[in-house]
């Protein structure tokens, strides 16, 4: 199959995947953006026996704590789609496709184990910059993806 041939006529599974993927790294996006745009002070900043008190710092460090929970399950969607996806025999037999998978793939782990670090130690702010990027995702742009 040729470089310019489009993923999503490639086949059915691997269509379905990929339009997964690119959805849930829009939704995973938009939480890190979501986390980021919280205050410091409402954070990991106190010791979880000391949060302060006051109605909107409980209040906010709990919704905090809820997108950073949705987050975590995106990031398990997504490494459950990548796994899908690299499983394709479409993908298999492409190389720089299953390259590109298989980085996003390592990204989702790293930041799956991240979190995991982060909530055994305590936690800490995530800037919206950190892992899941798109870059390099122009090697196997839809339109122009290896099939």
Not at 9 to 31: G, K, W
């Amino acid at each position: 199959m040729s470089f310019r041939s489009n993923p999503l006529s490639a086949s059915p599974t691997r269509a379905l995947t990929l339009q997964q993927y690119l959805l849930l790294h829009s939704e995973h996006e938009s939480l890190r953006l979501s986390l980021a745009a919280y205050p410091i002070d409402t954070l990991s900043s106190y010791p979880a026996t000391t949060y302060p008190s006051t109605p909107y710092s409980v209040a906010t460090a709990a919704a905090y704590d809820a997108d950073a929970r949705k987050l975590h399950d995106v990031n398990q969607q997504i490494k459950s789609a990548l796994t899908e996806l690299l499983n394709c025999e479409s993908v298999r037999g492409d190389r720089l496709y299953r390259a590109w998978v298989q980085r996003r793939l390592m990204e989702a782990e790293m930041e799956l184990k991240e979190g995991r670090r982060m909530s055994a130690g305590g936690g800490r702010r995530m800037s919206a910059g950190d892992g899941g990027s798109m870059e390099g995702f122009g090697e196997v742009r839809v339109e122009e993806a290896r099939a």
